[in-house]
Structure formats: structure tokens, C-alpha cells
């Protein structure tokens, strides 16, 4: 898969780094980690959604948690990235069925 490869590559290349943004309700904390490659900054998060490798987040309402990370995997299914190659349930959508 050429998500699996180019997060390999990401992580093998570059210095990553978290900084914590705030807690969940049960007791995790949130981060957002980002790798440093030369001067360039990136968003590990962005990178792995929009390669196809994770999904974006939502609140239990649907509403994206990161509008950002709604509009990568939005391009990652429009361009058929990774996991978007086949066709599934989107486990968002299962989850919320379960509420």
C-alpha cells in the first residue's frame, strides 16, 4: 500500500514532535504531532489522512473535530488514496450508529 510506504518514509526522515492540546473525557490528552524535514514543518495528522492511512476525526454530532483534517480525507476519497482504493463502511459512520 502507498500510504504504508510514504508514512514510513515521513517517519524515517524526519524529527517528530507532540505538543499536547487538550484533554478528552476519558482522561487522554490530545496531540498533534509534526515532523521537522530540513526547514519544512509537517502536520503528521494531515499527512496520514491525506494519504489514506487514517481517517479525520469527528465529534459525536458528525461535526469534523479539525476542518483541516475533514478536508484531507475529503481529497484522499476524491483522489481514491489508500485505504479510499476499495469500498467500505466508513468506520466514522459505524461508530455513530452506535451511540
Not at 481514491?80 to 482504493?85: K, Y
Request: charge should be negative; include cysteine; aromatic fraction near 8%.
Amino acid at each position: 500500500m502507498r500510504s504504508i510506504a510514504s508514512s514510513a518514509a515521513l517517519f524515517s526522515t524526519g524529527t517528530v514532535g507532540c505538543q499536547p492540546v487538550g484533554p478528552a473525557k476519558d482522561e487522554a490528552t490530545f496531540v498533534v504531532c509534526a515532523v521537522e524535514i530540513g526547514e519544512t514543518t509537517i502536520d503528521v495528522g494531515t499527512a496520514l489522512i491525506s494519504s489514506g492511512a487514517a481517517f479525520a476525526a469527528v465529534f459525536p454530532s458528525g461535526a469534523p473535530v479539525s476542518a483541516a483534517y475533514a478536508v484531507a480525507e475529503a481529497s484522499a476519497k476524491e483522489s481514491r488514496n489508500g485505504l479510499w482504493e476499495g469500498t467500505f463502511d466508513h468506520p466514522v459512520a459505524q461508530l455513530l450508529d452506535g451511540r
